[in-house]
């Protein structure tokens, strides 16, 4: 970092009032450092919370301008020699293209690695559900694309909050990992001549996204989970399934690896390493009703979090525009429909409110083609924040269609009528086929019905450039991680980022970190911090099980997802944030009251399984209510009804440009139906500077 950098980031800190420390990592010493939990700077704290300032967060960066970190990096990294990488071992957890890509990746260079996954077979990771394609920086079609313009959306699409190194990282080995995947045998869409073909996503005005058909994720998890199975077929890789994290192990202020429940025989296992990397995907079902799998989960990174790792911009999540409504009581989730259906379709309302016609029976001239009208420049491919806002202030201001009122058109009928039926049916084929088997009605005759659902969470835990958390050793890979996407992220970024993490850039950090630990055994089985790992595990199984309450742990959730859509949702204000808070602490004392845990320890046990994750989402859920009550500014997809102008995000650079991580202490741990102490969040500023991209305010019309 260049002196003019380093003075920017002295200003920022001298505005707000925070010290300059000699450390600024908050956890090294890891479980031990409780001091600074607790003991820096107090602040103004919601009811029922208590925060504090702690020290600012370092990043890691190499000393160079920020299109160049990447290539300095990897030129000064540490190796490890091929002859001792078979000494050290790596615990990746997940499965899905960044978890697989990061097993394979790391047994192809010798080393030995433990993956874990809670599926059955590594391809059933949620990665499958993405569907509308990946991006890549190649400017193959003459549109005016190029890296720079890579990287001014992406920066600009998550609002200035995020790192901008690490969207020219992204977009430097975008290139690599289209060659890579096409080399696996991914089947992407091409044109007549054989070139590969692209198309547009919300955000760009260019065609940087390539695709096959509607089911990208899943041909791109095809092929990571068979290369990762070629690993494990070679004796490189142990591959153990249906097995959930539930602690990590920390020596000397390291992570040394994890302990895990096999779900089908509830055996707790430890699996020792020299590092670990996290790879678990997002954390969106804390909102029940999401995009995601059900079997999706937080507890790992959770767990983590709880072992000493940073969690950074918890309140930073997706809402997808094109999810489609809830519409029935008993639904347990919400189904997506791709991004990539916007280049085509065009989204309405009627443009009187309570108009209750079928579809067909509203004129053109009284249909309201409202992001056309607010954004002509992108029209129906706004990014999703603003695409999601638009929609649920239609709703709520009677415009909303469907049986409940709930919904926006998702309209093809320009399309068809230009392209005719069959191309149609070549682009969007099978998410047609979904959308009529989801619903029962036709898309070809009859326009889809969209909402907002929750989807993408950009926050997660708090990584350095290297993508290693807080607790040295603990790698972060994925959506699991708060990289790339600052206040809200683009489509097509969310494959690419989970490529390129994990088959380009762990591969060359974890190396760098391992060199320092040659000659390094294991942490002994017997060792105090294995014991007392299992021990932590077991007492919170046991008082679970020993709550003997009425209700279900999905209650709870069903629960706890209404007030964050209600409180935490596309839109948030103070009040309701407060509201939010105090609703989910007496929601959290009551499930560990109440909550419904049949059978035993040490055996298949799905109530047991779903009691200790929705634990796990009451306390995130909490922390993510209070980090969007302490962010006083809209950026992205965090939208405080306090600060817009006229419905658009209110930025406030000179107090807020920068990444809020919290460590956190004092939660109930489940030991049983006493009071519990208040929640202490201790928040951590990493400033961000831009060098590269200018500064500006959000613009799409």
Request: aromatic content about 8%.
């Amino acid at each position: 970092m260049d002196g003019s950098a380093v003075m920017d980031l002295r200003d920022i800190w001298d505005r707000l009032g925070i010290r300059q420390g000699e450390d600024t990592d908050p956890t090294s010493g890891g479980r031990g450092r409780s001091g600074n939990r607790g003991g820096g700077q107090a602040l103004s704290s919601p009811p029922g919370v208590v925060l504090s300032e702690g020290n600012p967060l370092d990043a890691h960066q190499p000393d160079a301008a920020p299109q160049e970190m990447w290539e300095r990096f990897v030129a000064d990294a540490r190796l490890v020699s091929p002859s001792n990488r078979r000494r050290l071992t790596v615990v990746v957890v997940g499965t899905g293209l960044a978890g697989a890509g990061a097993a394979a990746s790391l047994a192809e260079l010798g080393f030995h690695v433990e993956a874990i996954t809670a599926h059955d077979t590594p391809r059933r990771a949620h990665s499958v559900a993405a569907q509308g394609g990946i991006n890549a920086a190649r400017a193959r079609r003459v549109d005016g694309d190029q890296l720079a313009r890579f990287v001014r959306d992406t920066v600009k699409g998550g609002d200035f909050r995020a790192r901008e190194s690490e969207a020219w990282r992204l977009g430097e080995e975008s290139t690599r990992v289209i060659d890579h995947l096409n080399a696996l045998g991914v089947p992407f869409a091409r044109e007549y001549g054989g070139s590969l073909s692209t198309r547009s996503f919300g955000g760009v005005q260019v065609s940087r996204t390539y695709y096959s058909r509607g089911q990208t994720g899943q041909q791109l998890q095809v092929a990571a989970s068979s290369a990762l199975m070629r690993q494990v077929a070679a004796g490189h890789v142990a591959l153990w399934v249906r097995h959930e994290v539930l602690d990590v192990l920390v020596k000397d202020g390291r992570a040394c690896g994890v302990v895990t429940r096999d779900l089908t025989t509830g055996e707790i296992r430890v699996h020792r390493a020299h590092a670990v990397v996290m790879a678990t995907g997002g954390y969106g079902n804390v909102y029940f009703h999401s995009t995601l799998a059900k079997n999706s989960n937080a507890t790992a990174i959770w767990r983590a979090h709880r072992a000493g790792a940073a969690f950074a911009s918890p309140s930073f999540v997706q809402f997808h525009p094109t999810a489609l409504p809830v519409s029935t009581p008993w639904q347990s989730k919400t189904t997506l429909m791709s991004e990539s259906l916007r280049n085509d379709g065009r989204i309405w309302v009627p443009r009187e409110p309570g108009d209750d016609r079928p579809p067909s029976q509203i004129p053109e001239d009284e249909r309201d083609y409202y992001l056309e009208r607010k954004y002509p420049a992108f029209g129906n491919l706004t990014p999703r924040d603003i695409a999601s806002r638009a929609a649920r202030a239609e709703i709520d201001s009677g415009h909303g269609v469907g049986p409940l009122h709930n919904s926006v058109y998702l309209d093809f009928r320009d399309a068809l009528a230009r392209l005719g039926r069959d191309t149609i049916a070549e682009r969007y084929g099978n998410l047609f086929t979904m959308y009529r088997d989801a619903t029962g009605e036709d898309p070809y005759t009859r326009p889809m019905r969209i909402a907002p659902g929750a989807h993408f969470t950009m926050g997660g835990l708090w990584v350095d450039y290297r993508l290693m958390s807080t607790l040295p050793g603990l790698f972060v890979a994925g959506e699991a991680n708060a990289a790339y996407h600052g206040a809200n992220r683009l489509g097509a970024n969310s494959l690419l980022a989970a490529c390129v993490d994990g088959s380009f850039t762990v591969p060359r950090t974890v190396p760098d970190y391992l060199a320092g630990l040659l000659g390094q055994d294991l942490v002994d089985e017997g060792d105090p911090v294995v014991t007392s790992a299992l021990e932590r595990v077991a007492a919170r199984e046991a008082a679970l099980l020993a709550v003997h309450g009425g209700t279900p742990a999905k209650e709870f959730h069903r629960r706890l997802g209404e007030i964050m859509y209600r409180d935490c949702g596309v839109v948030r204000d103070r009040a309701g944030l407060e509201r939010g808070i105090s609703e989910i602490a007496d929601l959290r004392r009551e499930f560990h009251r109440d909550v419904r845990v049949s059978g035993v320890e040490g055996e298949y046990n799905q109530d047991l399984v779903e009691a200790g994750r929705v634990a796990d989402y009451l306390e995130l859920a909490e922390l993510m209510c209070v980090d969007a009550w302490h962010r006083e500014e809209s950026c992205g997809a965090h939208f405080r009804a306090e600060h817009q102008d006229d419905g658009e995000a209110r930025r406030d650079d000179a107090h807020w440009m920068l990444t809020s991580a919290w460590t956190t202490s004092g939660w109930e741990d489940g030991a049983g139906p006493g009071e519990s102490t208040l929640p202490h969040c201790t928040h951590h500023a990493e400033f961000l500077t831009f060098r590269s991209v200018g500064i500006a305010t959000r613009s799409y019309a």
